[in-house]
């Protein structure tokens, strides 16, 4: 898969899907020569430098391809890399050395990260440069895994020189694109609507997503995806790039005045910096880059299945995710451990495999405003503790599981009281309150290791095979009682440095414990987390007209299999909403599905329903949870009033789509959803659900080919009479059994 040539001092990676192909220049610079469509290998592509690099200084401001581009000498496009040295310069000559080619990909201590599981599916070629004079040498890392269009690439930056140095930009990764035809498309939000797609053509300048809130965020998602103005979902050229990060990033594309394009993302430079003392090193978060000719919908795929088997991990990676119910929108923090156990009673008896107990359980904490960091029951709800609470439950036959928020502490309680200065802030200032509470200096080896310990203790206490890691606010006054003053840029990379060793130790620890991320729902969404909690908490808006936005735009990098979805209450929590139950059942599908309300309130005919769907749910779930996942037509497109997805079985022997509307219009007229991913030359047996005899069902409860529903599609021809009846938010699913 990774080619040396000699004689062309040239590293061509290629999987059949994508060339990544990398020279080395007559100053010894590392450029890139092509990414993207699959060329032969054998060949030199050394023609593709118009302009050899001989360093700047004879042509100021060539916009020559680099992989590793350093301040100063020339290159006045954004650096990859900044490093201070004693006299206060950053300008390096970093020139190559030596490379090695690696079967398989070896991991990025202290950091998440994709892997091969034998050595055949990945090779890895290190590059190590060398700049003579300050005695740093950085090695770039570039992975090309066998069957899928990804590259993997990070960074490690070595002192072997005398003296202190001082990174101040650390980019994962730099690409030099040579035009800027190119649509940016990313994910913005906040919280409740989070992961909204927006897109924009690339201008002359800067233009940059990024967070300083210590979480990846809702704001912006660490993933940006570049599409040719022509693209669609199944056709045309696709690059995505993705950092597996949760804390502060930066992910820009610069198109100069040559009219390139240069892309970079990593940790965010302007909360950034970390001192290397001789002999240290530095590792940089890694970044995957994803190219195809075939649209948004094969990157997207990509990165599916990349993410959900070789970034997750685990016991649970490969297993059917449990159908859960969560009490927090059931109850809030009004419950006892009766209530709790009605609503697990019912919850069984409806089919449901899983309950979770949400905020709420421990130290004396009735609402918001105190008990984070307390991490002991509270007896006075839960009189038998988790261990009691926890085999009632599973006498029933649910298996149990406990929301924690590890990296906060509130004010008011035991932990604070004993430990004042583990909380963030600056002595002297005043500090900002998000939700009552504060967070923890996780950089702090103190502070994980008592975290871990006290956390272990509640985990290991009972039957548990589940926990909701939450999060909710954001980092203010970062400040750290035990860093140097020269060193307090190192914070918040140290803060996610000890989240991510809290989250190594605890999952090491419990194993068998499915882990699902949360942050005030999807504040921390990402990459990074997915290497230890295969699934998240999408978002706290579970109203399904909201859904299908957020699971659309999550879906552009992130799996179905790792988006938690509930049908909760109406009206709806966040938005009001009154849906109807198939309606957010049928949204909620195309994730990890349960339930997020009080079974005992539901009414016969509700809880027949629900049965009905925990019983679809358990038959297709293989499908719905590790299908190719297509993206059909969306509420970011046209008028957004339909949207429209399917999943298909790896061996295309069945599918499922669903197709929603959010507003009901009169008179409407016949509409065809075309679908994708079947095999053409089969025939498919159609079943429509929920089972209600009406037009719909009656078009297309028939048995077809693969090809006349890729043609011509399904048939949503509504009777407007019978039209009149449904009122908004209708729904409808198709399942496609292949006869
Ligand atoms: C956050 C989570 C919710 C719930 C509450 C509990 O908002 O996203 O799902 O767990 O906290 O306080």
Not at 97 to 114: C, F, N, Q, V, Y
Not at 359 to 374: A, E, I, N, Q, Y
Not at 700 to 729: K, M, P, Q, S
Request: hydrophobic letters at 40%.
């Amino acid at each position: 898969m990774i080619e040396w040539r000699e004689a062309d001092r040239q590293l061509h990676l290629a999987n059949g899907h994508l060339s990544y192909i990398l020279a080395i220049h007559e100053n010894g610079a590392l450029g890139l020569l092509h990414v993207g469509a699959p060329l032969a290998t054998g060949r030199s592509y050394r023609h593709l430098v118009v302009r050899p690099f001989r360093g700047f200084s004879n042509r100021l401001g060539d916009p020559v391809a680099l992989e590793c581009p350093t301040p100063g000498a020339g290159d006045y496009r954004m650096p990859g890399l900044a490093v201070e040295q004693p006299d206060g310069s950053t300008v390096l000559e970093l020139a190559y050395r030596e490379h090695r080619i690696l079967a398989g990909k070896p991991a990025i201590p202290g950091l998440p990260s994709t892997y091969a599981e034998a050595d055949g599916e990945a090779e890895t070629v290190e590059v190590d440069l060398a700049d003579v004079r300050s005695g740093l040498v950085v090695t770039l890392s570039y992975t090309i895994f066998r069957d899928v269009a990804a590259v993997a690439r990070s960074v490690r930056l070595r002192n072997q020189g005398p003296a202190d140095l001082r990174i101040s930009t650390a980019m994962s990764l730099v690409l030099d694109l040579p035009d800027a035809g190119w649509n940016l498309v990313h994910l913005v939000g906040a919280w409740a609507r989070e992961r909204q797609v927006v897109e924009r053509r690339l201008v002359p300048g800067r233009q940059s997503i990024s967070s300083g809130r210590g979480s990846s965020s809702a704001a912006h998602n660490p993933f940006v995806a570049l599409r040719r103005p022509t693209t669609t979902e199944t056709h045309g050229e696709a690059i995505g790039v993705a950092l597996v990060y949760s804390g502060n990033f930066l992910a820009e594309v610069e198109v100069e005045p040559y009219g390139t394009a240069r892309v970079r993302t990593g940790i965010n430079p302007e909360t950034f910096t970390w001192a290397l003392a001789p002999g240290e090193e530095f590792a940089t978060p890694e970044a995957i880059l994803v190219w195809t000719a075939d649209g948004l919908g094969a990157m997207s795929d990509a990165f599916h299945r990349l993410f959900r088997e070789r970034l997750a991990r685990g016991t649970w990676r490969d297993r059917p995710r449990p159908i859960l119910v969560n009490n927090w929108e059931g109850t809030y923090f009004d419950f006892n451990e009766e209530r709790l156990v009605a609503i697990a009673t019912v919850a069984r008896d409806l089919g449901i495999e899983l309950f979770v107990l949400d905020d709420g359980w421990f130290g004396k904490r009735d609402d918001d405003t105190s008990s984070l960091g307390d991490w002991f029951v509270d007896r006075r709800k839960l009189p038998g503790g988790i261990d009691g609470l926890a085999r009632r439950i599973t006498d029933l036959g649910l298996a149990f599981g406990l929301w924690i928020e590890p990296e906060m502490v509130s004010e008011r309680s035991e932990l604070f009281a004993a430990h004042p200065d583990w909380a963030i802030g600056i002595p002297g200032r005043p500090r900002t309150e998000g939700r009552q509470q504060l967070v923890l200096d996780l950089g702090r080896t103190e502070v994980v290791d008592h975290l871990a310990r006290v956390l272990g203790e509640i985990l290991g206490s009972g039957p548990i095979s589940y926990v909701k890691w939450d999060m909710n606010r954001w980092i203010t006054e970062p400040w750290s009682a035990t860093l140097r003053a020269d060193r307090q840029g190192e914070f918040f990379h140290r803060y996610i440095l000890g989240v991510y060793e809290l989250y190594r130790r605890l999952t090491r620890a419990f194993p068998d414990i499915l882990f699902e991320s949360c942050a005030s729902g999807g504040d921390r969404f990402d990459a990074g987390m997915l290497a230890y909690a295969p699934q998240a908490w999408t978002s706290d808006d579970t109203d399904a007209i909201e859904r299908l936005a957020i699971q659309w735009g999550s879906s552009l990098a992130y799996p179905v299999s790792s988006m938690g979805a509930h049908v909760s209450a109406v009206p709806n929590h966040q938005t009001g909403r009154v849906t109807p139950l198939a309606t957010r059942a049928a949204v909620a599908f195309f994730g990890v599905f349960g339930y997020e309300l009080d079974t005992t309130a539901l009414t016969d005919d509700e809880q027949a329903e629900v049965r009905d769907q925990v019983a679809f749910y358990k038959k297709h779930r293989d499908v719905l949870q590790r299908g190719r996942f297509h993206r059909l037509r969306g509420p970011f497109e046209g008028d957004g009033n339909t949207t429209a997805w399917m999943s298909v079985a790896d061996d295309r022997g069945r599918a499922v789509v669903g197709v929603y509307r959010v507003l009901n219009r009169p008179a409407p007229g016949p509409d065809r959803i075309q679908l994708r991913g079947l095999d053409p030359d089969r025939e498919y047996r159609i079943t429509v659900w929920p089972q209600i005899a009406d037009g719909v069902a009656r078009a297309n409860t028939l048995t077809r080919r693969g090809d006349d529903l890729e043609a011509v599609g399904l048939l949503i021809d509504l009777d407007r009479h019978e039209a009149a009846g449904y009122g908004d938010f209708w729904s409808r699913l198709f399942v496609l059994e292949a006869a």
